[in-house]
Every structure is written in structure tokens, then in C-alpha cells.
């Protein structure tokens, strides 16, 4: 079963996790591209300009690698407070690398996550999250711009 996430309720979620995150950040990393989304509308909504990118790749198409490749880290040498965000956290092996590379690159830096969805059999639980994923999860972003040409 495959569920459809509108723009709607993007935004809603959007406010949820706004309301819910009880933390003063001073940077935002979206996982690529997942979470590039989301990170442009906290950066706008916390007025926070260092808004990076660290691309991952878990999947090809709907098929899970056996690996996840992380590369484009962004330089953190100028903050304290990161929160990572991403689309969903699925099996948790994204998230979990992304966190265990920057927290071993930058000691300094003081890490959080939050994702719109989140499966309760991830092997990491995100600290924020809207919404638990009870199947696939078809993304506005990925869905609407094809199906209207």
C-alpha cells in the first residue's frame, strides 16, 4: 500500500514540528534530497541562513541498497547547535551514518534530527518527528511535477 503526501499536509507537519522542537539551533543540514524540503522552510521559518546539504544514497528508486554512500559534507567549523532533518526515517541507517560522520568531524558540534516520518523499526529514533510511516510514503515533491507534464 502506498500512501500519497500532499503539499497540505506537508505544511501542517511543518507547523508540528515547529511547535514540537524545544531547541535553539544555529545551523540546519537537509539530508539530499529528502529532506532539502523541509530544511528550506525551517531555515526560513527559524531565520537561520546556514542552511546546508550532506547527499546520501540509500536507495535506487524503491530498492534499499546494501550500503549507504554519504558524501558533499558540509564545513561546520563556525556552529555549535546542528539539527539534521530529513523526509523520513525509514530503517534508520541514513540518519544514523549522517550523525556518526559529522559528530566524528566536527567533536564540537552538538547534534539533533528531526524528520517528518519515522518507522518504529528504525534502528534510530529521530528527536522530532510528525508522523509515524505505516507504508510508502509518495512525496508531493516527487509525485506532482511528473504527473503534470
Not at 34 to 42: A, D, K, N, R, V
Not at 53 to 59: F, K, L, Q
Amino acid at each position: 500500500m502506498r500512501y500519497y503526501y500532499r503539499y497540505e499536509e506537508f505544511l501542517l507537519d511543518c507547523q508540528k514540528l515547529t511547535q514540537n522542537i524545544e531547541w535553539e539551533f544555529d545551523t540546519i543540514i537537509g539530508i539530499s534530497r529528502g529532506g532539502l524540503t523541509l530544511s528550506h522552510l525551517l531555515g526560513e521559518y527559524y531565520n537561520i541562513r546556514k542552511v546546508y546539504a550532506v547527499n546520501t544514497i540509500g536507495y535506487d528508486d524503491t530498492s534499499k541498497r546494501d550500503y549507504v554512500e554519504i558524501f558533499n559534507i558540509p564545513n561546520l567549523d563556525e556552529s555549535q547547535k546542528v539539527l539534521i532533518v530529513d523526509d523520513i526515517v525509514d530503517s534508520g541507517d541514513t540518519l544514523k551514518l549522517v550523525l556518526d560522520t559529522l559528530s566524528q568531524k566536527y567533536p564540537q558540534c552538538n547534534f539533533r534530527s528531526a524528520s517528518l516520518f519515522y518507522k518504529d523499526t528504525a534502528l534510530i529514533q529521530p528527536d522530532w518527528y510528525a508522523q509515524e510511516a505505516k507504508s510508502w510514503i509518495d512525496f508531493f515533491w516527487t509525485i506532482d511535477l511528473k504527473s503534470n507534464q
